[in-house]
């Protein structure tokens, strides 16, 4: 079985400072790697996702992540947080070969303070 | 274009009535999954349909809950007998082909309380 772990439930951050929110998985075999963000009272938005190539992945809003195999770890970072950065981040794996149900960490929610 | 929709956004039942929960999926996706999100928790895969077919219901509880998909319409999730501790958000997400590499796009949810 699948499982994620988002070490900080919670991160404040000052606006403008860098972030980053961590994430490790544990599987036994290989899987895709996800972070989808959660703005308040609304759904799950993608920020980027992991499938293959190079380890450095860029999203949307200026997030990056970055896949470290060894480490089982798909750390979120950003190197400018804004206001409008406030939400519930999620990050989420599902199996490379079989269904495809995402398996979710318990997220973290980032507050950017002015 | 629009997303994928769920209705009603919010629900209240009493302890042992019926909810229904409905999701539209995105244009040209056949593939809905099911999410529960309980208080101050990540979300939980419930069960995943294409047109008319179960497909993986590993995540469902065992009583009380179905889930259906029919050829017309949207995909409905079903809740008998509510209970205080179905009080809960509740994601629909859609995709195009099933596949893993592929994106699932989640509506804005419908959030359940039971009284």
């Known amino acids: 079985a699948q499982s994620v772990t988002q070490l900080d439930s919670q991160v404040p951050v000052f606006e403008e400072a860098p972030v980053e929110l961590r994430c490790n998985y544990s599987?036994?075999?290989?899987?895709?790697l996800f972070w989808y963000v959660q703005y308040p009272n609304q759904g799950l938005q993608l920020l980027l996702k992991y499938l293959s190539g190079s380890t450095l992945v860029k999203g949307i809003n200026g997030f990056e992540a970055e896949f470290n195999k060894s480490q089982t770890s798909f750390h979120l970072r950003k190197p400018s947080v804004h206001i409008s950065d406030t939400a519930e981040y999620f990050c989420a794996v599902t199996l490379i070969q079989g269904a495809q149900k995402l398996v979710f960490g318990q997220g973290t929610r980032l507050t950017i303070n002015p | 274009n629009a997303g994928v929709m769920q209705n009603p956004r919010h629900l209240v039942r009493r302890r042992g009535q019926e909810a229904r929960l409905r999701c539209s999926p995105m244009?040209?996706?056949?593939?809905v999954y099911w999410y529960r999100q309980l208080p101050e928790e990540g979300l939980k895969f419930m069960v995943y349909l294409q047109k008319e077919n179960i497909i993986d219901e590993s995540g469902m509880p065992k009583e009380r809950f179905s889930a259906e998909f029919p050829k017309e319409g949207p995909s409905i999730l079903r809740i008998q007998q509510v209970v205080r501790g179905d009080s809960a958000a509740y994601f629909c997400?859609?995709?195009?082909?099933?596949?893993?590499?592929?994106?699932?796009?989640f509506g804005p949810g419908t959030r359940l309380t039971v009284l």
């Open positions: 997400a859609s995709s195009p082909r099933g596949e893993t590499t592929d994106t699932q796009y």
């Open positions: 599987s036994s075999v290989s899987v895709y």
């Open positions: 244009k040209g996706h056949s593939h």
